[in-house]
C-alpha cells in the first residue's frame, strides 16, 4: 500500500467530521416537507381505485389549469372530515383527482357512496409508492399541481372549512 | 452525601486514567517499568467507575430530590423497577453508564488477558485509559450526572409512562456493553501496532472480547427491532432510522471483524485488516453514540439535543479515530502478512465475507449520513429511506447468505474435496421453495421470494459442519458457529416470510362488524374507557377466529394530558404460525374506529433468530475460552 492510499480513509475521516461540526452549528428544523414543491410530478401510472371512475397517471395531471391531487383512504377517518370540504371545492369548479392509498376497490366504493365522490380520477396506490414518491408522509394530504404538472403547494392533513381559502388561494396562484 | 462520593469517585477515576496513560507511554517507550503499576491502576479506576454508578443508583433508588438528575427523570410514585433504570434513562445518567462499561473493560482486560505480550498488554491499557480520560472529562465537564438543587424540590417530574415499559429498561444498557465492550478490542489492536506485535496470541486474546461485545450488541439490535415493533404500532420491525442504523454499523464492523480474527488466530493471516476491522468497530460505536446523543440527524427516537454535547462527542471520536487511523497509516506498512491460502479455502471464504459485510457497512454508513452531507453541500434537505436501503443492502446480503452455506464446509489454507456433492441437499430445498414461492406468491418482491428460498437452503446447510462427525464430540465453538448460522437462517426466512406472506387490512368498522383479514375472521365486540395514571384511553375488544378457539385482542388508543399526546398501542397475539397485531386508531361521528390489522405468519422467527445468533456466540465464546483455559493449564503443570 502506498503512503497516498493510506491517507484516503484519514482524509474521508475528516471530511465527515468537519460535516457532522457544521450540522452541529446549524439552528435547527424538524419540520419535513416534500422536496417536490416546484417540482414536476414523478412519473407513475396507477390503475383504477375504483370501477366507474377513471384510473389515473402522471399524465392526467398536466391538462393546462391547476389541479388538485388528494390522497385519501377509506379506512382514513379523518378523510371523511375532510370530505364534505372537497365536494364544496368541486362545486365551485375545483378539479380533484384522488389516489386511494392501501385500499380496496370494494372499500373505496363503500366510502364514496356515504361521503360523495368529487374526484376524476382515481389511482389505487396499494404500497403507498406513489404516496412516497411524492414526498407525503400520511393521509389525508393534497398537492396543488399547475397545468404543467409542476406541483406547487402541499397541504398536510384534512382541509378543513377554515382552510378553504388557503387552498383556493393557491389554486389561484398556480394558474 | 452519597452524590457526593460518586462525583469524587469519578474525578479520582479520572485522575488515575491519567496517571495510567502517563505510566503506559514510559513503560512502552522504555523509560521506566510500570507494567504492575499500569494494570493495577486499570483496576482501581474499573472499580471506582463502578463505584460512582452504583452511587448514582442509590441516589434514583431513594429518589433523592436534591439531585438535578432525579427531579427530572424521578417520581416518588414511579414503580421501584423503574426508579432504578431511571437512573440510565436519561443522557448522562447513560453517559455514567458508558463511561463504567468502559472502566469495566479496561479493567477486564488487565486482570484477564494473561497471553498477550506484556509490553502489548501495557500499551491496550494506555489506549484504554486515554479513551477513558476523554470520556471522563466529558462526563464531568459537560454532563454532570450528581449536580445538586438547592433548595431541594417536592417533588420530581418523570412520571412519564411511555418511558415505563421493561423493553426500554433493559434495552439501552444492552446496547452499551456492545458499543463499549468494541473499545477492548480498539485498545488491544491500537497496542498491538503501537508495539508491532501482531500475531495469532493477539487474536486469541482479541477474541472472546469481540465475540463478547458482538452478543451484546445482537441482543440489543434484536430487542431494539422487536421493542420497535410492538410499540409505533405500524406492524414494521425495522425502519432504517439512523438511531437503529447507528446500533446495526458496529454489529455488522463487528461480524466482520470476529470472522477476520478467526483467520488471524488459525492461519496468522489477514494481520493488518483484522487491526483495521477493529479500529472501524469501536469507531462506528463512537459514532452511533453521537448519532443519538447530539441528534445531528431527524429520527423518531427523539432524545435531549444539545449542541455543545454533540461537540464535546465529536471532538473526543474525531481525536481517537484519527489518532488510530494515523497510528494504522504510519504501522500498516511494516506488518509482514503471514501465511498464503488458495482461491478455494477457508480464509479466501472469511476474505468474501469480510468483503461483503464491508460493503453492506459503507451502504448502510452512505444512506445514513448522505442526508446530511447533501444538506452542507447544496443545502438541500432530503431523506433516504428503506426503497435505497432494501435495493442495495438486499442482494448483498443475499450473496452473503449463498457464501454462509459454503464458508464453513471449506477447509484452512486449501479445500482438495470438491464441495458440491456436500450442497445436494440445501440446493434442492432452496431450489424447491425458489419454485412455490414464484408459483404461490406472485404479488411478493424478488428479494423476499430469494429470501425465502435462502433461508430454505441454510437451515440443513447451517449444520453440515456438525454432520459427518460424532456431533457431540465436535469442539464447542464448532456448535456456536453451527447455531449462529441457523439462527441467521431462521431470521432471514422470518423477515422475508414477513414482507411476503403478511396480509393487512386497513379499515373504519362499527361495533358489532367483522373484519377478515387473512385466514382470520375478527369480530370488533365494542369499546371501553379504560385509565391510567395520566392517560385516559379506548380499549377495543376484538374477537379473533379462524376456525378453532377465539383469541380475545386488546388494542388501547391513548390520550395523554400533559403533553397531551396520542398513542396506539398494539394488541399482539402470539402463535405458533404467526402473529396477529392489532391496533386501534381514531373514531369518528357515526361511531366507526379505524382499525388496523395485520396476519404475520413466521414473523417471530426474526427475533428468535436473532436470540439464536446470539446464543450461538456464546457457545464459541466459551469453547474458545474453555480450550484457552485448557491449555494454559497444561503449560502449568
Not at chain 2, 486482570?111 to 480520560?133: D, E, F, K
Not at chain 2, 478490542?185 to 497496542?191: E, L, P
Not at chain 2, 487474536?203 to 463478547?212: E, H
Not at chain 2, 383469541?551 to 402470539?574: G, K
Request: hydrophobic share 55%.
Amino acid at each position: 500500500m502506498s503512503r497516498g492510499l493510506r491517507l484516503i480513509p484519514i482524509i474521508l475521516l475528516v471530511w465527515i467530521l468537519l460535516t457532522f461540526a457544521w450540522k452541529l452549528i446549524q439552528p435547527e428544523d424538524s419540520t419535513v416537507r416534500s422536496q417536490l414543491v416546484n417540482r414536476e410530478v414523478p412519473q407513475f401510472a396507477l390503475p383504477a381505485g375504483v370501477p366507474g371512475t377513471p384510473a389515473l397517471s402522471s399524465a392526467d395531471l398536466a391538462t393546462g389549469e391547476p389541479r388538485l391531487l388528494n390522497f385519501f383512504a377509506s379506512w382514513c377517518v379523518p378523510c371523511v372530515a375532510e370530505a364534505p370540504t372537497l365536494e364544496r371545492m368541486r362545486a365551485q369548479g375545483v378539479k380533484i383527482d384522488g389516489i386511494a392509498v392501501r385500499d380496496t376497490p370494494g372499500a373505496v366504493a363503500a366510502f364514496l357512496d356515504r361521503h360523495g365522490n368529487p374526484y376524476q380520477r382515481i389511482g389505487a396506490d396499494r404500497h403507498s409508492s406513489v404516496q412516497l414518491a411524492l414526498g407525503s408522509s400520511g393521509v389525508p394530504e393534497t398537492f396543488v399541481v399547475d397545468g404543467k404538472g409542476v406541483i406547487r403547494f402541499q397541504f398536510l392533513g384534512p382541509i378543513g372549512s377554515a382552510d378553504l381559502p388557503t387552498v383556493m388561494r393557491e389554486l389561484e396562484k398556480a394558474k | 452525601m452519597i452524590p457526593e462520593t460518586g462525583l469524587a469517585a469519578l474525578w479520582l477515576a479520572a485522575a488515575l486514567s491519567l496517571l495510567g496513560l502517563f505510566l503506559s507511554v514510559g513503560h512502552v517507550r522504555g523509560m521506566l517499568d510500570a507494567e504492575r503499576a499500569v494494570r493495577a491502576l486499570a483496576i482501581v479506576q474499573g472499580l471506582l467507575c463502578l463505584f460512582a454508578f452504583l452511587a448514582l443508583l442509590i441516589v434514583f433508588a431513594r429518589t433523592d430530590l436534591s439531585v438535578a438528575l432525579v427531579f427530572e427523570n424521578s417520581h416518588s410514585a414511579k414503580p421501584f423497577i423503574y426508579k432504578v433504570a431511571g437512573a440510565w434513562g436519561n443522557h448522562e445518567g447513560s453517559m455514567l453508564l458508558w463511561v463504567t462499561v468502559l472502566g469495566l473493560s479496561g479493567a477486564a482486560l488487565s486482570a484477564m488477558s494473561r497471553q498477550l505480550p506484556p509490553r502489548t498488554l501495557i500499551a491496550a491499557l494506555g489506549a484504554q485509559a486515554a479513551l477513558a480520560l476523554g470520556f471522563h472529562a466529558f462526563l464531568l465537564f459537560a454532563s454532570n450526572p450528581f449536580a445538586r438543587l438547592s433548595p431541594a424540590p417536592v417533588e420530581g417530574r418523570g412520571l412519564n409512562p411511555l418511558l415505563q415499559d421493561p423493553g426500554l429498561a433493559f434495552h439501552p444498557p444492552t446496547l452499551y456493553l456492545g458499543y463499549v465492550g468494541l473499545s477492548v478490542a480498539f485498545s488491544i489492536a491500537v497496542g498491538a501496532m503501537l508495539a508491532g506485535d501482531v500475531d495469532r496470541r493477539l487474536a486469541r486474546a482479541m477474541r472472546p472480547w469481540v465475540l463478547g461485545a458482538w452478543i451484546f450488541l445482537t441482543l440489543g439490535i434484536t430487542a431494539g427491532s422487536y421493542w420497535a415493533y410492538y410499540e409505533l404500532g405500524w406492524g414494521g420491525w425495522w425502519f432504517w432510522d439512523p438511531v437503529e442504523n447507528a446500533s446495526l454499523m458496529p454489529w455488522l464492523a463487528a461480524t466482520a471483524l470476529l470472522h477476520s480474527v478467526a483467520v488471524l488466530a488459525a492461519r496468522d493471516a489477514l494481520k493488518a485488516w483484522t487491526m483495521m476491522l477493529a479500529v472501524i468497530a469501536f469507531s462506528m460505536s463512537m459514532v452511533g453514540t453521537f448519532l443519538v446523543r447530539s441528534g445531528v440527524l431527524t429520527s423518531v427516537h427523539a432524545f435531549a439535543v444539545d449542541p455543545t454535547r454533540g461537540a464535546f462527542i465529536l471532538a473526543l471520536l474525531g481525536v481517537y479515530v484519527t489518532a488510530a487511523f494515523v497510528l494504522f497509516a504510519v504501522r500498516a506498512g511494516t506488518l509482514r502478512e503471514g501465511a498464503p491460502f488458495e482461491l478455494v479455502s477457508r480464509e479466501a471464504g472469511i476474505v468474501v465475507n469480510n468483503l461483503l459485510l464491508t460493503v453492506i457497512l459503507g451502504v448502510v454508513f452512505i444512506g445514513t449520513l448522505y442526508p446530511l452531507l447533501a444538506e452542507a453541500l447544496s443545502g438541500e434537505k432530503l431523506s433516504v429511506g428503506a426503497p435505497y436501503f432494501n435495493a442495495v443492502a438486499g442482494p448483498l446480503a443475499i450473496l452473503l447468505g449463498l457464501l454462509l452455506a459454503v464458508g464453513p464446509l471449506l477447509g484452512w489454507r486449501r479445500e482438495k474435496r470438491p464441495i458440491a456433492p456436500k450442497l445436494t441437499v440445501p440446493g434442492l430445498f432452496a431450489a424447491c421453495t425458489l419454485v412455490i414461492a414464484f408459483l404461490g406468491l406472485p404479488d411478493a418482491s424478488i428479494l423476499s421470494k430469494l429470501g425465502l428460498a435462502l433461508a430454505a437452503g441454510l437451515l440443513p446447510a447451517a449444520i453440515l459442519p456438525l454432520i459427518g462427525r460424532n456431533p457431540l464430540r465436535a469442539p464447542l465453538a464448532t456448535w456456536g458457529m453451527a447455531i449462529a448460522h441457523l439462527g441467521a437462517a431462521v431470521s432471514v426466512g422470518g423477515m422475508a416470510a414477513d414482507s411476503s406472506l403478511t396480509t393487512e387490512k386497513l379499515t373504519a368498522a362499527r361495533p358489532g362488524e367483522t373484519v377478515d383479514v387473512g385466514p382470520w375472521l375478527v369480530k370488533f365486540q365494542g369499546v371501553n374507557p379504560v385509565a391510567g395514571p395520566n392517560w385516559t384511553a379506548v380499549e377495543a375488544e376484538l374477537r379473533a377466529s379462524r376456525g378453532g378457539g377465539v383469541h380475545v385482542l386488546r388494542p388501547q388508543s391513548r390520550f395523554f394530558t400533559s403533553p397531551p399526546t396520542e398513542t396506539n398501542e398494539a394488541a399482539i397475539q402470539t402463535l405458533l404460525a404467526g402473529q396477529l397485531y392489532t391496533v386501534l386508531g381514531p373514531s369518528d361521528d357515526e361511531g366507526r374506529y379505524q382499525l388496523r390489522l395485520w396476519w404475520k405468519p413466521m414473523v417471530t422467527l426474526i427475533w428468535f433468530g436473532g436470540a439464536m445468533v446470539a446464543f450461538g456466540g456464546l457457545l464459541a465464546m466459551l469453547g474458545h475460552t474453555r480450550r484457552a483455559w485448557r491449555k494454559r493449564k497444561a503449560v502449568a503443570e
